[in-house]
């Protein structure tokens, strides 16, 4: 499934997600669940899991993911319930309509690439967009829905109200 261009956060949704729906989302995972994912709210979002678990994981963008979950996804600003933290994650704009998509642990949302797996670090070997483009990618459909469809209103009010930094 593709997700609308949008203002989204990419790094570990624990930090951005109510508990209520944190724990919703950890039973989806019980269930070897990952990728694309939607909560009983009509929530969507990508999330994977890391090729080693917890830990600071670098970006090809300005900034790098902390872990504590195991999981590295994206959501957009507009639904997530918590102010990120810029030292945790990304919060980045995406201009075009993407596939989230996870090959061994190294993760691309939109235009960034987090790289989880030590093994594979990116060295200009493409081996994973190669990988990526040789398999068939059916169910990513078009779609006729934009962030909109997504997000009720442009508000930038969040469950805790510090103000962490602007955005």
């Given at each position: 499934m593709k997700f609308p261009a949008g203002k989204y956060y990419i790094g570990d949704l624990c930090y951005v997600m109510s508990d209520d729906e944190w724990q919703e989302v950890c039973s989806l995972?019980?269930?070897?669940?990952?990728?694309?994912?939607?909560?009983?709210?009509?929530?969507?979002?990508?999330?994977?899991?890391?090729?080693?678990?917890?830990?600071?994981?670098?970006?090809?963008?300005?900034?790098?993911?902390?872990?504590?979950?195991?999981?590295?996804?994206?959501l957009l600003m507009c639904q997530c319930s918590q102010q990120p933290d810029p030292e945790l994650g990304l919060v980045v704009d995406i201009a075009t309509d993407f596939a989230p998509y996870n090959v061994d642990g190294d993760m691309t949302f939109g235009h960034v690439d987090v790289y989880t797996n030590d093994?594979?670090?990116?060295?200009?070997?493409?081996?994973?967009?190669?990988?990526?483009?040789?398999?068939?990618?059916?169910d990513l459909d078009d779609h006729d829905y934009d962030e909109d469809d997504f997000c009720e209103d442009d508000s930038d009010e969040f469950e805790d109200e510090e103000d962490v930094g602007p955005y």
């Open positions: 995972l019980e269930d070897d669940n990952d990728g694309h994912l939607t909560l009983k709210n009509g929530k969507q979002f990508a999330c994977f899991r890391t090729a080693y678990g917890d830990g600071t994981y670098r970006t090809n963008a300005d900034g790098s993911c902390s872990v504590d979950s195991g999981t590295i996804g994206c093994e594979d670090e990116y060295e200009g070997d493409n081996d994973m967009v190669r990988d990526w483009e040789d398999k068939d990618h059916a």
